[in-house]
């Protein structure tokens, strides 16, 4: 990657990593859900800065090339997020069904 590209990418993700710390700060987004963004920012940022560790790790781990190492760590990352979406919905239909429920208990109470 030559030395515009990377510079370019850097900017990008410090941008990136300053408006979700922004949001963070603001309360328009929780530290969990805006944790795996930070450390996928941060992630890019250390990759970017030092390209060779890409390789490394993908040796280490027995891939042959470092790209199918990003793609499946791309996939694992939406994995989770898919993941974490999904039980944030569920979490969050139970409460409403409850909150509907106890809401209809009291206006029937009101209506006696």
Known sequence: MNVRASILIVACIACFLI???RLIVKKEIEMRTALTWLILGISILIVTLFPSLINLIAHLVGIYEPVNLVFF????LLLYISFSLTRIVSKQTTQIRHLAQKQALENKKHEE
Do not use: D, H, V, W
């Open 73 to 76: 760590g791309g996939f694992c």
């Open 19 to 21: 408006y979700i710390i």
